[in-house]
């Protein structure tokens, strides 16, 4: 008995010396420390991933055992262990490169389409707002309002207007304007500096429990650096008048652990119209983040934005075919507006003794918002004409928290994700008004007051069952909708509230390292204005969205990726509060269906080619076939392009998208006509010199960038016509920079 105590001991022993834990933290040479590293011990098949401070713990690890670290954008690097690795922590440098398509290995535990959009991402780099959202793989925009005004934004199968179905965000911070004085969901990115964007998350479909309202055909998460690799400044001249210049500077120390840094963009224009559009726009971001002493990390940013602008508006395309104006001449150049938002955010990460990391953000935002517009010219005011003045001014605030924790449930592996949050938006003196010439108000139709709240909570879990991973998910959202009619004589505040429960379910199976499949599920919602909810209890106030997708994704080489996905979405009601009007607008249920198809090929290690396409068939339910189209849903749509990123100091490329004709209203009696644009850029570097010139539209097509149909009158007309109305593309047009970094 005792010799076999004595040699249990020993074996406890020798296990105690021959398996421990390998600890240490992951910097990149600028000694930043590196979240979410992969830390791999290829001898054991034990992995863990490294912490917000770049600090990992490694277990069941011996000397002589091979571990291996990578993450996206660094060279992987392998180190066997010796004794001295095991006794003390260790200290790993990753050396930066660029994103390499054959970096991408298929896995339960990582989306391969968010892996995709950051190899584009650094292979396309963006140097416009415009260009965020054209990112995201089968996402259009459209702008109409002379680049002040938010863009007009088409993703399967919707024309989601200027964000009522797509939720969009920035370090946690929401985009989307809720109960806006334009439209619902209102979202305007020009208070992003493209340069500052670090990464893009997505997703298509209603199927994530942490997005709530907006998210029914997808959602956009902006991610800004956490620091700069160098200062820059950049001076950029076009044609119309056009000029931007940016600076981007460092505050501290580049081996510094901490980070901070400035970012200033100014940019102007006359645009390409007859009437010059007068547009400037000046934008400021600063970031700031350092480590506490427990090893969590707290981020403080500030960003603020204005601009003003003049607007050709859109213009019928009688007009222009009768010769009475040209395609870029105005019916109205009376429009345009001002606008501008100030941001505040503070992040926080940790990991709890439990092993439970919390991540948190609080945030506040201050927005106005002035345009504005005439759709019909003199349809209602054969006298003054029809010009309307929407206004607002807006404070939102809030947070967002979430828990995660990854342990066992019966030996299966399991992380479990539970997030809470609140936003809260008072809308103070929302205006909707009939005016002349943007300065006499001539009938105020809305005037008020919003308050409106949105808390939720949600639990998101992931068990990997081998090759397969079943994530069921849970979603609540409750909100409460208040509005103070102005225009009343009697004080009277109209109250509404409502709880919805969204449940989800997501399912890859990965067989191998070349190929993962995915069913994805789920119940969206986006939220009605609240001076229609809170004034019209009949109106429905959350309208739900059923969503289904069944895909894969595909590496037949190491070089070339190919996601397809089949999906399908039915809409309970298209609630959408038209702002021009001071109307809710009901549809009914609708359904969209279709095929998402995209391929990734790196050609060499410089030379890239990406290309998406989209097939959808929106339509109405409840209407009769031949009748039942959607007004400018998106039918066909296919982007893509072929890029050189730094071959003999050489970097740029060319970029096309193509997006087929589409009905304009039900019946498609009036049709809004496709295009297919071609853009190119090219930059040579010398030292830290940097020259490019970049070229929109390099065919010269005639193009129309947003179509509606719509009933107008002239002045000189007895009667109205419905017909297209119109607001131009670019023509050919070209710009030359020169950048300095330092």
């Not at 690097?77 to 690795?85: F, G, P, Q, R, V």
Request: aromatic fraction near 12%; include cysteine; charge should be negative.
């Amino acid at each position: 008995m005792k010799a076999k105590i004595l040699f249990l001991a020993l074996l406890l022993g020798s296990c105690h010396v021959f398996s421990q834990q390998f600890k240490g933290k992951v910097f990149n040479t600028n000694k930043k420390p590196l979240e979410n590293v992969y830390v791999y011990n290829t001898t054991s098949n034990s992995h863990t991933h490294t912490k917000v401070n770049g600090e990992f713990i490694l277990d069941n690890s011996k000397v002589g055992d091979i571990i291996e670290f990578g993450i996206l954008g660094y060279k992987k690097i392998n180190l066997e262990l010796d004794s001295d690795d095991l006794s003390s922590p260790k200290t790993i440098i990753l050396e930066m490169k660029s994103f390499l398509l054959d970096e991408m290995v298929l896995s339960n535990k990582r989306d391969p389409l968010q892996t995709i959009v950051r190899v584009d991402l650094d292979k396309k780099p963006v140097n416009s707002s415009q260009q965020i959202l054209q990112r995201v793989p089968g996402l259009f925009i459209g702008q109409h309002a002379g680049g002040g005004k938010a863009e007009q934004i088409f993703l399967r199968g919707f024309d989601i207007d200027h964000g009522t179905d797509i939720a969009l965000s920035i370090d946690g911070t929401p985009v989307n304007m809720v109960s806006h004085a334009h439209g619902q969901g209102y979202s305007d990115l020009h208070f992003i500096i493209p340069e500052t964007i670090e990464k893009i998350n997505f997703g298509k479909g209603p199927y994530y429990a942490s997005k709530g309202d907006f998210n029914t055909a997808g959602y956009v998460d902006f991610k800004t650096k956490t620091y700069l690799e160098d200062s820059r400044v950049e001076v950029g001249i076009g044609q119309f008048n056009t000029f931007r210049t940016l600076g981007m500077f460092n505050l501290l120390d580049k081996n510094s652990t901490d980070n901070a840094y400035v970012a200033i963009e100014y940019l102007e224009t006359d645009g390409f119209v007859e009437s010059p559009q007068n547009f400037s726009r000046i934008n400021i971001f600063t970031k700031y983040r350092t480590f506490l002493k427990d090893n969590s990390s707290l981020s403080l940013s500030a960003s603020h934005f204005t601009s003003k602008w003049d607007a050709s508006g859109q213009i019928p395309q009688r007009e222009v075919d009768n010769g009475n104006i040209t395609r870029f001449g105005s019916i109205d150049d009376t429009e345009g507006g001002t606008t501008s938002r100030t941001n505040i955010n503070l992040e926080h990460s940790k990991v709890l003794k439990n092993d439970v990391s919390v991540t948190s953000n609080v945030f506040y935002s201050n927005y106005n918002f002035n345009l504005f517009s005439n759709f019909t010219f003199f349809l209602e005011d054969p006298v003054n004409g029809d010009q309307i003045k929407q206004t607002e001014n807006r404070d939102v605030f809030g947070f967002n928290t979430q828990f995660k924790k990854k342990t066992q449930l019966s030996n299966t592996p399991v992380e479990l994700t539970f997030g809470t949050g609140l936003r809260a938006d008072i809308v103070d003196n929302l205006e909707l008004s009939h005016t002349l010439q943007r300065k006499e108000v001539l009938n105020q139709i809305q005037l008020g007051k919003v308050n409106q709240t949105n808390y939720y909570a949600f639990v998101n879990s992931e068990f990997e069952f081998g090759k397969f991973m079943v994530a069921p998910a849970l979603r609540l959202d409750y909100l409460k909708f208040n509005y103070n009619d102005y225009l009343l004589d009697e004080y009277k505040t109209f109250s509404k509230s409502q709880v919805v429960v969204n449940p989800k379910i997501n399912v890859t199976y990965t067989p191998n390292p070349k190929i993962q499949w995915f069913l994805k599920s789920g119940i969206g919602f986006h939220s009605n204005d609240t001076r229609v909810v809170a004034t019209q209890p009949n109106r429905k106030t959350l309208p739900r969205a059923y969503g289904v997708d069944l895909g894969t994704v595909w590496k037949p080489t190491s070089k070339v990726a190919i996601n397809t996905a089949l999906w399908y979405l039915l809409s309970e009601d298209e609630l959408v509060y038209v702002g021009d009007a001071g109307i809710v607008e009901p549809s009914g249920e609708a359904q969209r269906y279709g095929i998402d198809l995209g391929l990734r090929y790196q050609l060499t290690d410089w030379l890239y080619f990406d290309s998406d396409a989209t097939f959808t068939k929106a339509e109405s339910v409840d209407d009769p076939s031949g009748e039942n189209n959607i007004p400018l849903a998106p039918k066909v749509t296919v982007t893509g392009g072929l890029s050189v990123n730094n071959y003999k100091n050489f970097s740029g490329g060319i970029n096309y998208r193509y997006l087929g004709d589409r009905p304009a209203n039900e019946d498609n009696s009036i049709v809004a006509e496709g295009y297919f644009v071609t853009d190119a850029n090219i930059s040579y570097k010398i030292n830290n010199i940097t020259l490019g010139v970049s070229l929109e539209n390099i065919f010269d097509v005639a193009w129309n960038e947003t179509q509606f149909a719509t009933e107008s009158r002239l002045q000189n007309e007895p009667n109205p016509v419905e017909e297209i109305h119109f607001t131009p593309g670019t023509p050919f047009s070209a710009k030359a920079t020169i950048r300095y970094t330092f």
